[in-house]
């Protein structure tokens, strides 16, 4: 068998259209990349399903394929419970990231992918390390590598939003969680 040719296939996590921008522009050179769109986090359903939208419609205009899962916030809600109260970047963040990540390993390892990594640390909100660190935790209890990165480095975050403009894509206001939206508006 010749592996010249051989490319992981790499399942990444995505938060949304524009943060999955820059991220798949620096992997598909790298990776076959196939999106997988999990949030349960976000609020209301009328919100996912316009992420979801701008997902779906991001990864047609780049030719990338999209897996996704159903709506359930109660899977948030339970995950979180006792941390509503937690600031905006605290545990409830943490746990909010370590739900989606095991999603995306479990469907990783099911699916045949040889890594899995995320979006979420091209946001200069979200701190690069602690989901590194959850990433690489998760990845050995699944037993698939994870790709730990800061996707913000380079100016990544200001690329997503020139793609984003580029692209005309939606730009959400918050996070994504009915508490992000507490703090956002408070």
Do not use: W
Not at 97 to 124: C, M, Q, W, Y
Not at 132 to 144: L, Q
């Amino acid at each position: 068998m010749n592996y010249d040719n051989f490319v992981e296939k790499l399942l990444l996590h995505s938060c949304c259209a524009p943060c999955s921008t820059h991220v798949i522009e620096v992997l598909k050179s790298q990776y076959d990349v196939t999106i997988f769109y999990y949030n349960p986090n976000i609020f209301p359903k009328d919100e996912f399903e316009k992420r979801l939208a701008e997902q779906k419609r991001y990864a047609e205009i780049v030719g990338v394929p999209l897996l996704t899962e159903k709506y359930d916030e109660g899977e948030f809600l339970q995950k979180v419970k006792g941390l509503e109260s937690e600031k905006e970047g605290g545990k409830r963040c943490d746990a909010c990231f370590e739900l989606r990540l095991k999603k995306t390993a479990e469907v990783a390892k099911k699916n045949g992918f040889d890594i899995f990594a995320t979006t979420l640390s091209v946001s200069p909100y979200k701190n690069s390390l602690t989901i590194n660190m959850i990433g690489n935790k998760v990845a050995e209890g699944y037993g698939i590598p994870f790709l730990a990165e800061s996707f913000k480095k380079k100016d990544g975050y200001l690329d997503s939003i020139r793609l984003s403009k580029k692209y005309d894509l939606y730009r959400q206001n918050y996070c994504g969680c009915r508490f992000s939206i507490r703090k956002e508006n408070s």
